[in-house]
Nanobody, 122 residues
Framework: VQLQASGGGLVQAGGSLRISCAAS?????????MGWFRQAPGKEREFVVA????????LYADPVKGRFTITRDDRKNTVYLEMNSLKPEDTAVYYC???????????????WGQGTLVTVSS
């Protein structure tokens, strides 16, 4: 499975942005869990959100809870991360991922996209 993230860019604090992750060479059924991580300059990769749609279970990291929403479009084989009320501390490269369990540990995920940069200006 190949994952292609896109949609990153520059946005002002308080603004919104939607980033996408398209899956090819497989479908969401290839792995039951989809998620997003992010990595800011000089920092470790950080968990953002993961979802197991078959059970209706979504886990958000506390810093993004209430501001970010993960959705999907099965017809397009694409997952989205809707980001609202963005803050400068949300600036990072965002990576989509697929795995078998909803966990915060990046090492537990199998497939990774190449990342898309989101920059939030103050």
């Amino acid at each position: 499975v190949q994952l292609q993230a896109s949609g990153g860019g520059l946005v002002q604090a308080g603004g919104s942005l939607r980033i996408s992750c398209a899956a090819s060479g497989g479908t969401f059924s290839s792995s039951p869990v989809m998620g997003w991580f992010r990595q800011a300059p000089g920092k470790e990769r950080e968990f953002v959100v993961a979802v197991r749609w078959s059970r209706g279970y979504t886990l958000y990291a506390d810093p993004v809870k209430g501001r970010f929403t993960i959705t999907r479009d099965d017809r397009k084989n694409t997952v989205y991360l809707e980001m609202n009320s963005l803050k400068p501390e949300d600036t990072a490269v965002y990576y989509c991922t697929m795995g078998s369990n909803v966990v915060r540990d990046a090492a537990k995920y199998t497939y990774w996209g190449q990342g898309t940069l989101v920059t939030v200006s103050s």
